[in-house]
């Protein structure tokens, strides 16, 4: 079935006029002059072929044709309103789809989830496998990605890009290398190729060579003395952001999470 095009915005105003019975205090409401009331009033009825008000000498008043039509438009309107509210409910909020990559997660977001579940117990989470999933096809509201920017999207840093090389104490002084390391240096030796940061941090911690990783992947394990760091950090291009479309963004529940994340910027 076609549907008629609705001049949307100017039924709106028409609704505030015949509320106040007055284009001055209908734009008050709405934020605009009067002047523009006026002719979105002398737009609608170009339109719906009627006239809508008339003037007499005690103000403003409805046409019959105006009146005949109020009612079932403010019932439109509040159908409008459930069907956004409706809308709305249907993203609950208290339930999260996020994707992480999984050394990350496990370094950096986990314990933070972790604090914000504490302050919010009716919270849950799903986390998705594939950090680069679509957000459509998997019903995400946010990702953390490894990326220079937030891109297309809306996004926050979550931590400084800086990088920094580490290994063990008693390591091999060969390199274990991953596709985000820089090149060792000619002569070199490289002991362990593997896939990702995630492997590299593992190789790391486990005593198979030195690395060069993001810093919130290991600022724990040099606290904690597990690794020692063989260069002072380093900046980078690439940083650890929050990312979402702009719908999933604006989410009440999503501002919430990223002011936990990044208090200095969540709002």
């Known amino acids: 079935m076609k549907r008629t095009h609705l001049p949307l915005n100017a039924l709106r105003v028409f609704d505030a006029a015949a509320r106040h019975l007055s284009f001055t205090r209908a734009a008050d409401e709405l934020a605009v002059t009067p002047a523009a009331v006026g002719q979105q009033i002398?737009?609608?009825?170009?339109?719906?072929?009627?006239?809508?008000?008339?003037?007499?000498?005690?103000?403003?008043?409805?046409?019959?044709?105006?009146?005949?039509?109020?009612?079932?438009?403010?019932?439109?309107?509040?159908?409008?309103?459930e069907s956004v509210q409706a809308m709305q409910a249907g993203q609950s909020s208290h339930a999260f789809a996020l994707a992480a990559p999984r050394e990350f997660y496990a370094q950096w977001?986990?314990?933070?989830l972790a604090s914000f579940r504490a302050a919010n117990p009716q919270v849950r989470f799903q986390l998705v496998a594939e950090e680069e999933a679509d957000f459509t096809?998997?019903?995400?509201?946010?990702?953390?990605?490894?990326?220079?920017?937030?891109?297309?999207?809306?996004?926050v840093e979550l931590s400084p890009a800086r990088r920094i090389t580490v290994a063990a104490p008693d390591a091999p002084a060969g390199w274990v290398t991953w596709p985000g390391c820089p090149d060792p240096a000619a002569g070199d030796e490289v002991l362990l190729q593997v896939g990702n940061a995630g492997q590299a941090l593992s190789s790391a911690l486990a005593g198979l060579g030195r690395t060069t990783l993001p810093l919130p992947?290991?600022?724990?394990?040099?606290?904690s003395g597990r690794l020692l760091a063989l260069s002072e950090p380093e900046e980078v291009r690439r940083a650890y952001w929050l990312v979402a479309p702009r719908p999933q963004w604006r989410q009440k529940k999503v501002r919430a999470l990223v002011a936990h994340l990044v208090p200095a910027t969540g709002d």
């Open 42 to 81: 002398r737009a609608l009825e170009d339109v719906l072929g009627v006239v809508l008000f008339r003037r007499t000498s005690r103000g403003l008043e409805l046409t019959d044709e105006a009146q005949g039509g109020l009612e079932p438009l403010r019932e439109g309107f509040l159908r409008f309103e």
């Open 109 to 112: 977001l986990a314990p933070r």
């Open 137 to 155: 096809q998997a019903n995400l509201d946010a990702a953390v990605r490894l990326v220079e920017g937030p891109g297309d999207y809306e996004g």
């Open 217 to 223: 992947l290991v600022e724990e394990a040099l606290a």
